[in-house]
C-alpha cells in the first residue's frame, strides 16, 4: 500500500487512515493498530513541519510493508534529512507543555523499531503485536 501527500494539514489525518488500513489488512489487534496511528500520525506531522517546511508543494510519501508477523510502515519527506543521533537521543521535553520535542520520543515508544534511510528522510517503522496485544 501506498499513499502520497502534499505537505499540509491534512496530510495527517489521512495518514492515520492509511495507518488504520495497513493495520486492518494485516489483521492486527487493535493495539497495534492505536499504535500504528499514533506513531503515524506523530511521523507525518513532523515530515510536513521539520522535514518539508510546511511547502504543500512538496510531499509526505507513505508505505506500508508486511512481513511476516508484523510489518514496516515507512514516512519519508523531501527535507534535509533526520540525523541518527536526534532520533537516538530524543527524549521527553523537561516541560511536558512545552511545544515541540516530543514526536520522536512518542514514535520511538509506539513503535518496536525504528530505521532512517535515504538520508534520513525516511523513517522506517516496525510494528507487530507485543506481547498481551490480542486480537
Known amino acids: 500500500m501506498r499513499l502520497v501527500l502534499p ?3 491534512e496530510a495527517v489525518p489521512e495518514a492515520v487512515r492509511f ?4 493495520a486492518s ?14 506513531a503515524v500520525g506523530e511521523a507525518v506531522a513532523n515530515a510536513v513541519e521539520h522535514g518539508n517546511d510546511a511547502d504543500a508543494n512538496r ?18 519527506d523531501e527535507g534535509p534529512g533526520l540525523t541518527l543521533d536526534l532520533l537516538q ?9 512545552q511545544a515541540g520535542g516530543r514526536g520522536l520520543f512518542i ?5 518496536d523499531d525504528v530505521r532512517l534511510e535515504a538520508e534520513g528522510r525516511r523513517l522506517m ?3 507487530a503485536p507485543r506481547p498481551g496485544e490480542t486480537a
Open 89 to 97: 537521543n530524543a527524549t521527553l521535553p523537561d516541560n511536558a507543555l
Open 19 to 22: 495507518a488504520e488500513a495497513a
Open 59 to 76: 510531499i509526505v510519501k507513505l508505505e506500508w510493508r508486511k512481513k511476516d508477523s508484523g510489518g514496516w510502515l515507512s514516512v519519508e
Open 7 to 9: 505537505s499540509t494539514p
Open 125 to 127: 517503522l516496525w510494528f
Open 25 to 38: 489488512e494485516a489483521a492486527f489487534p487493535d493495539e497495534v493498530g492505536d499504535r500504528m496511528s499514533l
Open 107 to 111: 514514535i520511538k515508544e509506539l513503535t
